[in-house]
């Protein structure tokens, strides 16, 4: 099971943490994604971490960091200097098999966790 967590209001320019927590296996196991889903759009991915490497989306690069605290089973991403177009549902996902080129292809993640939403807003 994954659990997503951290979201809230958030002004132009701030920062924002999410968690993802994991139960019933070991995260470090297997890459991890964040995806988000704004209204009305298609979700996308954000970002990827797994063995050490981490993948960005180019609209969240410099801005949003992901990492892994393997004693807590739980993967984080940091987000700064938040924009309003960052608002969205943001989902956690574990992924199998994944080449790493293809970690935006939904298909291959097969445990989502709840979104937190994210808003943006002065």
């Known amino acids: 099971q994954l659990q997503a967590y951290g979201g809230g209001l958030v002004q132009p320019g701030g920062s924002l943490r999410l968690s993802c927590a994991a139960s019933?296996?070991?995260?470090?196991?297997?890459?991890i994604g964040w995806f988000r889903q704004a209204p009305g759009k298609e979700r996308e991915g954000v970002s990827f971490?797994?063995?050490?490497?981490?993948f960005y989306a180019g609209a969240v690069k410099d801005r949003f960091t992901i990492s892994r605290d393997n004693a807590k089973n739980t993967v984080y991403l940091q987000m700064n200097s938040l924009k309003p177009e960052d608002t969205a549902v943001y989902y956690c996902?574990?992924?199998?098999?994944?080449?790493?080129?293809?970690?935006?292809?939904?298909?291959?993640?097969?445990?989502w966790g709840q979104g937190t939403q994210v808003t943006v807003s002065s």
């Open positions: 996902a574990r992924a199998s098999r994944l080449p790493f080129s293809l970690w935006r292809t939904q298909s291959y993640y097969t445990y």
């Open positions: 019933g296996f070991a995260l470090d196991d297997y890459g």
């Open positions: 971490i797994n063995v050490g490497r981490e």
